[in-house]
């Protein structure tokens, strides 16, 4: 193989490496308080500029996904999907982007589909920002162990009982409101 060489001028050091890479809200956004909802979109908007993130995508988990979930009825998708759109523009941040890939799907959708798609779609690296109750649930599905070796786990508040699976990984996922001693630690944990 043929090398190249390159000249760099006296003194020159390299920049200094920023990994960004794409923030996904991943949750029902199914609160009955809009200031609630309002203050986690927020939160989590406040995490994707403190931490680089070149995107926040909202994804909304459609009424069959949450009813697998959660055995609890939730409110239409359209209607949550409106309440997204309306934050959304009232912000007007071109930093957020509202991804409704299972409200045109209109049926249940696996976390590891999910999670495949926005592979696909935003590339990586992936962070999934989540509640405590949501890390809990995902961590108790069979995908789990697979997908978590593929993105980090981001959440909104420390979990007061950590699923095994959760705990078990405790290196992937890191809680949004600590700071980590170096910055670039995060990324480099194993």
């Known amino acids: 193989m043929k090398r190249e060489t390159a000249q760099v001028p006296f003194g020159y050091e390299p920049p200094v490496r920023t990994v960004k890479g794409v923030l996904v809200f991943y949750d029902s956004f199914d609160s009955g308080d809009i200031e609630e909802l309002e203050q986690e979109l927020a939160a989590a908007l ?5 931490r680089s993130f070149t995107k926040l995508v909202l994804y909304p988990l459609h009424e069959e996904t949450l009813r697998r979930m959660t055995k ?5 998708y359209h209607k949550r999907e409106k309440t997204l ?3 959304k523009q009232g912000f007007g941040s071109s930093l957020v982007t509202l991804e409704s890939w299972e409200g045109r799907r ?8 999910a999670v495949r798609h926005l592979e696909e779609i935003y590339g990586g690296p992936l962070f999934l920002y989540v509640t405590p109750e949501m890390a809990n649930r995902l961590a108790g599905y069979d ?3 697979e997908a978590i070796k593929r993105i980090r786990l981001i959440l909104s508040a420390a979990p007061e009982a950590p699923h095994p699976n959760l705990e078990q990984f405790r290196s992937r996922w ?3 409101g600590e700071a980590l001693a170096d910055p670039e630690e995060r990324y480099n944990r194993h």
Do not use: G, S
């Not at 406040?46 to 403190?50: G, K, M, V």
């Not at 209109?106 to 589909?113: G, L, N, Q, S, W």
């Open 46 to 50: 406040e995490t994707a500029r403190q």
């Open 72 to 76: 609890t009825p939730a409110a239409p």
């Open 85 to 87: 759109i309306a934050w």
């Open 106 to 113: 209109k049926k249940y959708t696996p976390f590891e589909a």
């Open 143 to 145: 995908a789990f162990k």
């Open 174 to 176: 890191d809680v949004a």
